[in-house]
Each structure stands twice: as structure tokens, then as C-alpha cells.
């Protein structure tokens, strides 16, 4: 008999109410990196292999986790890339001429594309972020990242359409520009900016990174998709970057023998997974 679902505070709408379980990273992102057998790589410091189990908890109301998916996710998860497949959100972003282009990276407008949301693009990065700062998801006693309490609730009002994101918060949105676009996904960390307080999270082909601070509009502002009026989305190599956050994270990691077996397939047919640089 399945077990009654639990009663408690919704940490979004703040209501007593019946919970559910909400993932951490959407459940529709899942597919996207899951072989014929609905198994996807888990990275964790002590063993890397390939699982069916999906990162959720008991947290929102069922009404809080809806609003999640219909202000962010049903819109987003379609744009990203299947393994082999079309990239929707890149073919999108380079229909229009670029905003800069560097040698590392090109930037476009996105709020200047009819054919991107921007708004459904911040609230799908923020909602994630903000999942990893109020729940542990089992990864231990507390949240996986830490962000101060007014932070939190700045997050939160956005959501619940309170209030817009603060000027000290800037989320830049990264979209893979080479052609392997890494079946993988990343959860909220830590980034290494030393200027900011800095959490970033990976879905495949594209990677939101947060940036918190007092000057973080004139140091970020033209590279955020918040804060810029343009809207700006950034397109960057993210294949090796992300396979060396996996890799630093794990480097004792057991790589179990299924695990080593899917990369051989995988890579015969040409679409490389390699494990770390």
C-alpha cells in the first residue's frame, strides 16, 4: 500500500499543505541523458555509474511544483539537445547576428529573438538554484548550497511572482557551441569565481551560473541574461569544462565496469563521453 503523502510547509508558497516530490533537476531532463536501458551516469565522490534513480525529496505542494514546470521547464527542456540530435536553443540563438564575438566565445541577444523566453529561461535556472539552497535531497543534513536567508527569499518571490530578481544577482546562461553537446547533468555547487558568491548547475548543452554581490551589475551585467537588456546568452566550448567538474569531483571515484562499458558503445559511434580531461 503506497504510503500517504506527508504534510508540511511548502517552502515557496510557505502554506501547510500535502507535499510531493519535486526533483532537483527537472524529470524531464532525465531522458535526455539516459541510455536504452533509462539509466543515467550518477556522479558522486565515491562511485560513477549508470542508474535509474532521480534526484527528489519531499518539498513543494503539488501547485508550487506545476508553477516550477509551467513558468520554466515545459518551455525549456524542449530546447535542449538529444544525444546525436537537434539543439533547438542553439539553432535559435545563431538565426541572428551575434552581439560580440571573442575567440572564446560569441554572445547574442536572446530578449531581441521572438523565438526565445527569456523570462521562461531566468524563472527554469533560478527555480533550480533555489531548490538546491532550501533542500539536501538527501545529500546529507544541509542544503546543497548555501545562500543566505535574504537570498533565499529574493529567489523565492521571484518565483511566486513577487518581486523581480535583485540588481546583486546575476544569472548568466551558457550554451555549448562545439558539436558535442555532453549527456550529462550537474548538480548546484559551488563555483570558483573569487569576486562573487558564484552556484552554477549544467543540464545538457547548457550550464546557468549564478553570480551574488554587491557590484555584480557592472562586473557581470553585460554577460547576465537578468540584468542585460538585451538579454544576453553566452555560447562557449562547455564540453570540456564539464567533463573537468565531473572529473574534479570524483577523481576517487570507482567507475564501475557497466559504466566503462556504455562509454565504449557510446564512443564507437562516434559521440565522444569521455570522463574527465
Not at 70 to 93: A, Q, W
Amino acid at each position: 500500500m503506497k504510503a500517504p503523502a506527508p504534510v508540511g510547509i511548502c517552502p515557496m508558497c510557505r502554506k501547510e499543505t500535502k507535499l510531493i516530490k519535486s526533483h532537483l533537476i527537472s524529470s524531464g531532463v532525465y531522458p535526455l541523458c539516459q541510455n536504452e536501458m533509462r539509466e543515467h551516469v550518477s556522479v558522486t565522490s565515491d562511485v560513477i555509474r549508470p542508474t535509474q534513480m532521480e534526484t527528489k525529496e519531499y518539498l513543494l505542494c503539488s501547485p508550487c511544483d506545476n508553477s516550477l514546470n509551467t513558468n520554466g521547464e515545459r518551455y525549456v527542456i524542449p530546447l535542449l539537445p538529444r544525444l546525436g540530435g537537434r539543439f533547438l536553443l542553439y539553432d535559435r540563438l545563431v538565426k541572428q547576428d551575434a552581439l560580440e564575438e571573442t575567440p572564446s566565445m560569441t554572445v547574442y541577444a536572446a530578449a531581441e529573438n521572438p523565438e526565445i523566453d527569456v523570462a521562461k529561461l531566468v524563472h527554469f535556472g533560478i527555480g533550480i538554484l533555489w531548490k538546491a539552497s532550501v533542500c539536501s535531497f538527501g545529500n546529507g543534513d544541509k542544503p546543497g548550497i548555501d545562500l543566505s536567508e535574504e537570498d533565499r527569499e529574493a529567489m523565492r518571490r521571484f518565483l511566486v511572482g513577487e518581486a523581480k530578481l535583485p540588481m546583486r544577482m546575476a544569472l548568466a546562461v551558457a550554451v555549448e557551441s562545439g558539436a558535442i553537446r555532453y549527456p550529462a547533468t550537474i548538480g548546484p555547487r559551488p563555483g570558483n569565481n573569487s569576486d562573487f558568491k558564484n552556484f552554477f548547475f549544467y543540464v545538457p548543452g547548457v550550464m546557468f551560473q549564478l553570480y551574488i554581490g554587491a557590484n555584480v551589475r557592472s562586473a557581470r551585467g553585460a554577460y547576465s541574461i537578468n540584468l542585460s537588456p538585451k538579454g544576453s546568452v553566452m555560447m562557449i566550448e562547455l564540453a570540456k569544462t564539464v567533463r573537468g567538474d565531473m572529473n574534479k569531483g570524483s577523481k576517487k571515484a570507482r567507475k564501475t565496469k557497466k559504466l566503462l562499458r556504455i562509454v565504449e558503445e557510446v564512443e564507437a559511434k562516434g559521440l565522444s563521453i569521455k570522463l574527465g580531461d
